[in-house]
Every structure is written in structure tokens, then in C-alpha cells.
């Protein structure tokens, strides 16, 4: 079992910086894949970016690639996702999760879910 809890969200203006933290607890958490996800009210949530235990690869969305940066403080129990060059595009409720599976992309790959930090980007 693993609990999530996000923090780190915010008004910021267009091309400024966040950075969102995951704090987890739980066993075995330096063993699951640590993804984060975005939604919008109204839409589905949607993949951001993955950490995957297993060599510590990491992968994005096309939308954030390049601005984006997904860590992980094993010793802290803690995942970051750092935003840089932030969007009005990228305004959301951002959530923290993991998986067990070594490459999960999809919501449903994710069993554990923090509930979620406000992400606004004024443009």
C-alpha cells in the first residue's frame, strides 16, 4: 500500500516555473514506477510523465517534453515534477501516482493516487 500526498501547486504566469512534490509512504515505495497525470474539469486525465523504478528511466508526454523534468529523492520518499516554460495549456489539477508495472502510461496502470494540487498558468 502506498499513500500520495502532492503539494507545490499555484498561480503562476505564462513561461515562469513550478515545481510540484510528491510526498509517499509506504513499504515499498522505491519499487513502484512514479507517474504524474493533469486534468482538466471536464476531460479526461491525462498522462504527464513516469520515473520507472527500474533503472530510473524516465518518459513523457509530447506536451511537456523538453520543459519537464520528473525526479524522484528515494531517500525523502519523494517525486518532483519540476514545470518550466509553463503554458495556459497547462492549467490542471495535477496528480502524483504509482504502479508496480515497470512502463505504465495509462490511468488504469496506476492503482495508488494522491489527490491532487492546482496548477493555473495566467496568461
Known amino acids: 500500500q502506498v499513500q500520495l500526498v502532492e503539494s507545490g501547486g499555484g498561480l503562476v504566469q505564462a513561461g515562469g516555473s513550478l515545481r510540484l512534490s510528491c510526498a509517499a509512504s509506504g513499504r515499498t515505495y522505491s519499487s513502484y514506477t512514479m507517474g504524474w497525470f493533469r486534468q482538466v474539469s471536464g476531460k479526461e486525465r491525462e498522462f504527464v510523465a513516469r520515473?520507472?523504478?527500474?533503472?530510473?528511466?524516465?518518459y513523457y508526454a509530447n506536451s511537456v517534453k523538453g520543459r519537464f523534468t520528473i525526479s524522484r529523492d528515494n531517500a525523502k520518499n519523494t517525486v518532483y515534477l519540476q514545470m518550466n516554460s509553463l503554458k495556459p495549456e497547462d492549467t490542471a489539477d495535477y496528480y502524483c501516482?504509482?504502479?508496480?508495472?515497470?512502463?505504465?502510461?495509462?490511468?488504469?496502470?496506476?492503482?495508488?493516487w494522491g489527490r491532487g494540487t492546482q496548477v493555473t498558468v495566467s496568461s
Open positions: 520515473l520507472s523504478w527500474i533503472g530510473g528511466s524516465t
Open positions: 501516482a504509482a504502479s508496480a508495472a515497470g512502463a505504465p502510461s495509462n490511468v488504469g496502470d496506476y492503482p495508488y
